[in-house]
Nanobody, 124 residues
Framework: QLVESGGGSVQAGGSLRLSCTAS????????MAWFRQAPGKEREGVAG???????KFADRVKGRFTISQDNAGHTLYLHMNNLKPEDTAVYYC????????????????????WGQGTQVTVSS
């Protein structure tokens, strides 16, 4: 089970940290990713981490978003800085037991496990 938290409302230029907590397992067993879906738009990949720790970020968030995890490996964080109104969306955490290549980390069909989502709203 994946549970996201940390969403909220922030002004443009601000920061938020999203958390994804997994029940019963550590992240080293999974490929993990963050996705988002804005109203009227398709879900898109934001950032992903492979089993080998390799990371991939969508071009539109590179340099602004980073990923980290706690020492126990149970919580995955998405650090979002310099937020823009176009970052407004529901953010979802996803995980999969299988191997996902770095180039495929941001494709939602690669993932079988999803959280319920957390809303992020950025005002101008």
């Amino acid at each position: 089970q994946l549970v996201e938290s940390g969403g909220g409302s922030v002004q443009a230029g601000g920061s938020l940290r999203l958390s994804c907590t997994a029940s019963g397992y550590t992240y080293s067993s999974f490929c993990m990713a963050w996705f988002r879906q804005a109203p009227g738009k398709e879900r898109e990949g934001v950032a992903g981490v492979g089993k080998d720790g390799s990371r991939k970020f969508a071009d539109r968030v590179k340099g602004r978003f980073t990923i980290s995890q706690d020492n126990a490996g149970h919580t995955l964080y998405l650090h979002m800085n310099n937020l823009k109104p176009e970052d407004t969306a529901v953010y979802y955490c996803a995980a999969d037991y299988g191997f996902i290549s770095n180039g495929q980390l941001l494709f939602d069909y690669e993932y079988d496990n999803w959280g319920q989502g957390t809303q992020v709203t950025v005002s101008s």
